[in-house]
């Protein structure tokens, strides 16, 4: 009897602990131009709003992509969208690319809903601007099952909305993508001399 | 079985099915006076795109969490608003935006509470971990770098930020 309360209580405690771990990651590290969230506006304006521009023109369509984990801390990649669709349920949506600029509307893509990482990526610099009008998540939680899948207690889910903008005739000031510098580089950039400092001084 | 006996039970299957403690929420920034992005990438005043570590420096990294709750089994909606918080992060560092920017979502343990979380007024939650990167423009560009003149001194000094003030 002893030893199958201890079995209950590990098998409990390892079923909570995977689970509880569960969620969804939403970024745009991977992309080559801004993905805005908010008012749009620009850098060095003082708050000023960023010129607007037109919807994307299918040939400048930005390339999104949507890669979902799932679950018990195993990041292991289970679908990829727009590529293709989960068989499995579909309680995480994204918005895929119509050819108008607008993926609010078409191209939904379906996730399981098990741990996941959504991930907002352009390719290159092919579309000036993503800007996002709408993110909304939720979730439940339940000893019985909300959900259909390898773990019932989580359910979460997100759905973006946004458009993807470019200048009027495609990308005409596009400007030549140099290599991304290395993550150290990225995060802690050689110190340089700021306003006021003497940038000969030893 | 009588029909009432699998009514009761129908009804029950039903109740403990649909009893899930939970949230759901937009995530906003409309008010936000600096530019927000979730890539590395912002827009300057002329269009031009930026970038962290070529045009953009890190000027430091946050966190921070919201906890947006929600009751009937989340079915009630309602709004985690950033930008204050966000706003509040970028003038403390002196900078003009946010790049990285990364929403982490995930269930908060109330749900938990078998059998609490079959009452339609139980609060569910959610805990919402926001991440990102104040940055500023460089000064100059790492690649069209020059050696100090005079001249260029003066004119860098000219187009100053505000943000490098006092640092």
């Avoid at chain 1, 352009?122 to 909304?136: C, F, H, K, P």
């Avoid at chain 1, 939680?141 to 390898?150: E, H, K, L, R």
């Avoid at chain 2, 070529?54 to 950033?82: C, M, N, Q």
């Avoid at chain 2, 569910?124 to 005079?150: D, I, K, L, M, Y």
Wanted: proline letters at 9%.
């Amino acid at each position: 009897m002893s030893s199958l309360r201890t079995l209950a209580v590990t098998a409990l405690a390892a079923a909570l602990a995977g689970c509880y771990s569960h969620g969804v990651v939403i970024t745009a590290r991977e992309a080559g131009s801004p993905v805005l969230l908010g008012p749009v506006r620009s850098l060095g304006g003082s708050g000023q709003r960023a010129a607007p521009l037109a919807p994307a023109a299918a040939a400048d369509q930005v390339k999104l992509s949507l890669t979902a984990f799932e679950g018990l801390n195993i990041k292991r990649p289970i679908a990829t969208c727009p590529e293709g669709l989960s068989p499995r349920s579909s309680k995480i949506l994204f918005y895929g690319t119509p050819a108008a600029g607008d993926w609010a509307t078409g191209n939904a893509c379906a996730l399981a809903a098990e741990a996941d990482e959504i991930t907002l990526a352009t390719s290159g610099d092919a579309a000036r601007r993503v800007e996002l009008r709408s993110i909304e998540c939720g979730g439940r939680t339940s000893f019985v099952p909300c959900n259909v899948g390898s773990c019932t207690l989580d359910d979460v889910w997100c759905e973006i909305e946004g458009d993807v903008r470019a200048p009027p005739g495609g990308s005409p000031a596009r400007q030549p993508r140099r290599p991304a510098a290395p993550p150290e580089a990225r995060e802690e950039p050689p110190m340089r001399p700021r306003a006021g400092e003497d940038a000969s001084a030893p | 079985m009588t029909s009432a006996t699998r009514a009761g039970l129908l009804a029950a299957a039903l109740l403990a099915t649909a009893g899930c403690a939970g949230a759901r929420y937009a995530v906003r920034a409309d008010h936000a006076h600096h530019p927000i992005s979730f890539s590395p990438a912002l827009p300057d005043a002329d269009g031009r795109t930026l970038r962290l570590g070529e045009e953009l420096e890190p000027l430091g990294s946050f966190r921070f969490s919201r906890t947006p709750v929600g009751i009937l089994y989340g079915a009630t909606g309602t709004t985690v608003e950033l930008s204050e918080e966000l706003d509040r992060r970028v003038d403390a560092a002196r900078g003009e935006g946010v790049v990285n920017l990364s929403l982490a979502v995930s269930n908060c343990a109330t749900g938990y509470f078998f059998p609490l979380n079959l009452l339609p007024i139980l609060p569910g939650c959610q805990v919402v971990e926001v991440s990102g990167v104040v940055v500023a423009r460089r000064r100059s560009a790492p690649v069209a770098f020059e050696p100090p003149t005079r001249t260029s001194a003066a004119s860098r000094d000219g187009a100053t930020r505000p943000a490098d003030e006092g640092r």
